[in-house]
Structures are given as structure tokens and as C-alpha cells.
């Protein structure tokens, strides 16, 4: 669906404070990594991740999600009271239940009229949130929105590293679980706003997505790790993204050399090379942080944005393509010109 009347009035990011480099990991890593033989430096050599950062013991999602809430509404210049839509999509959460919207909403102090719902679409959700919000304020039912996400990977790299260093752990379990270890934490939000009411502000103009489910199996996570097939996760990741890219290209008249900047999903050298090359896009138009982030779920997409903006790189008039694939296996592709 494309959008006439939807604008990004505040958007804000959040790094987490604690740095964990590769070189750390893998010291903890070597009496397992010279049992089974291994010499290649996987982490940094082939995905490129040379630190990721974790919170401060203690982080909720939802502390994390609240954080850049408060950023976001604040860069908006808007009072909770006027958000009618508070949608989490953090893979990351607190409970079962209640969702962990309820509890962003609460520390926020968001009114009685507000609807609060969680989001779960792996890294796709962002993505999927601004797109629900986009659709009750191009109806007319809301006038704002805010969209946040916090993911806390401290659990799944205390658990998983604890397994990997386990005496009976093979090479197997290694490479099952070495993506687990590409992940970061950080916290995004985004407030979206019926356009009239912020004026000159980013438009969003709404995406497609397209799906390939028959591929569900080859990452399934729990909050404590993480089992991914990795080699064909990308072959058919990037398959879906090409047949997504050309849906883009018709629907939202998208050339490759004519988008100003290409926010894409962050999840490591190989696979962001594998993406620009399939899609013909100039790597000088792709900001990437997983290098010293890793792979921060579906926040990394707002994450991303929100640097360009922070860096000066979004210009008035750019535009902004927006890329993700999810596990499951999903894509989305945006475009926001700001």
C-alpha cells in the first residue's frame, strides 16, 4: 500500500553502552575452537562483526523500548496524551504476557484510548509496525504513532556461550550456533504522524513485501539462542529480496541508481555484500554498522535511519530505500523520502 498523508514527525536511536568484542569471544571460545581444529576467525574475518554491544545488567526490552520512546516523542515535540497507536516489535521481550507494549505504554504514560499491541515478525517487524500505523493514519482513525523496539541479546550469549564451551559440544553445535553470536542490542523509535499535522517533515510512502514460508525452518530462536542454517539462509534470502526488489521496482518506480540511500537489515559482510550485489546497488549507499554493532534484530533498520539523519547524510528531497528479510523466510522493501 502506498500513503499520501503519513509523515516520520520524531524518529531516535539508542547504542547500549557495553562493548563486547570479537577478540573476546573468542579467547572464551579457544579450548573448544582448538579441540575441534578450528583456525578460521569466523566472526570478524567472514561476517565482519568485531564487537557488539550489550546493556547494563538488569535491561529489560521494555526499559529499552521506553528509553527510545522518550527520545522519539521528544524529537516530535508531541505530549504522549496525542498517541492513539503504540505498537513494540521487539524479537526481544519481557514476558509472555502481558505484551511488552502494555508496559512501554505504561512507563510512557500513554492515555486510556491508546491501543498497545506487540508485533512479532522476526527482523522484518519494524518494518511491519510503521506499516500498520501507516494504515490507520492514512484512514484517518489516528493522528499519531509511535512504533519502538528494544532487543537484549545478553541472555542469548551467556546461554550460548556457556554451550559452546561445553566439553561435548561438536563442530556441528558450533556452526549452528555461531550466528547467535552476531547479535547486538540497541533500542529505535519511530513517531509517525498524520502529514498535515507535521509539515515539511520525511513523507513515508508505504512498501511491498513478499514471502517465501516454505523456508521457516532455517532459523528457529528462542530468547536464550539461537539454531540457523546460515548458508541457506542467505541463498534463499537473497533470492526472495530479488523478487521483492523487482515487485519495488514496479510499484514503486524505483531505479537502483536514482535512490539516494539504501537502509538495509544489518546482519554481516557476507550477506550485505550478497544483498548489493544481487540488487545492483552502490555500496557507497549503504551505511553499515554491524561491524561494531552486529546484527540488532529489527531495530537496526530505524537504528540505521536514524544515524544517516544524525551523520547529516539526509538530505531534503533524498530518497530513502528501506530493506529487510526475516526469518520465516519474509522481505519488506519502503522507501521514505525525506
Given amino acids: 500500500m502506498l500513503f499520501q498523508h503519513v509523515a516520520i514527525a520524531g524518529l531516535a536511536h539508542i547504542d547500549a553502552p557495553r562493548r563486547l568484542s570479537s577478540d573476546e569471544i573468542n579467547a572464551r571460545l579457544k579450548p573448544t575452537l582448538d579441540r575441534l581444529g578450528i583456525r578460521t576467525d569466523v566472526l570478524q574475518d567472514i561476517a565482519g562483526i568485531h ?4 546493556w547494563q545488567e538488569g535491561m529489560l526490552a521494555s526499559d529499552a523500548a521506553t ?15 496525542k498517541v492513539g497507536l503504540l505498537v513494540n516489535t521487539s524479537v526481544s521481550r519481557d514476558f509472555l504476557e502481558p505484551s511488552t507494549a502494555s508496559i512501554v505504554s505504561g512507563n510512557l504514560g500513554l492515555g486510556d484510548e491508546c491501543q498497545n499491541f506487540d508485533v512479532a515478525n522476526a527482523c522484518l517487524a519494524f518494518l511491519n509496525g510503521m506499516d500498520i500505523a501507516s494504515r490507520m493514519i ?31 559440544s561438536t563442530e556441528a553445535d558450533f556452526r549452528n550456533e ?5 547479535l547486538g542490542s540497541g533500542a529505535a523509535a519511530m513517531v509517525l504522524a498524520r502529514a498535515e499535522l507535521a509539515p515539511g517533515a520525511p513523507r513515508y ?15 528457529r530462536g528462542n530468547l536464550d539462542g539461537m ?21 519495488a521496482k514496479q510499484k514503486l518506480g524505483w531505479v537502483a ?5 539504501y537502509v538495509i537489515h544489518q546482519v554481516s559482510k557476507v550477506h550485505t555484500a550478497a544483498f548489493t550485489k544481487a540488487m545492483g546497488i552502490d555500496p557507497r549507499k549503504v551505511l553499515t554498522i554491524f561491524g561494531e554493532h552486529g546484527n540488532i534484530g529489527p531495530a537496526s533498520v530505524p537504528i540505521v535511519l536514524s544515524k544517516l539523519r544524525e551523520m547529516g547524510r539526509l538530505k531534503k528531497g533524498s530518497r530513502i530505500a528501506l530493506l529487510g528479510i526475516g526469518s520465516g523466510l519474509n522481505c519488506s522493501m519502503a522507501e521514505v523520502v525525506w
Fill in 257 to 261: 541508481g536514482e535512490l539516494d540511500e
Fill in 51 to 54: 564487537a557488539r554491544h550489550l
Fill in 227 to 247: 539454531i540457523t542454517d546460515t548458508r541457506t539462509l542467505l541463498t534463499e534470502g537473497v533470492k526472495l529480496a530479488q523478487k521483492t526488489f523487482l515487485v
Fill in 205 to 219: 510512502r508505504g512498501g511491498v513485501t513478499r514471502a517465501a514460508t516454505q523456508w521457516n525452518k532455517l532459523c
Fill in 138 to 168: 492514512e484512514r484517518g482513525e489516528i493522528e499519531y504513532a509511535l512504533v519502538v523496539d528494544g532487543e537484549t541479546a545478553d541472555l542469548a550469549y551467556e546461554k550460548t556461550l556457556e554451550r559452546m564451551t561445553r566439553a561435548d
Fill in 178 to 182: 555461531l550466528a547467535t553470536l552476531t
Fill in 67 to 81: 528509553l527510545a520512546g522518550v527520545k522519539a516523542l521528544a524529537d516530535a515535540g508531541i505530549d504522549p496524551d
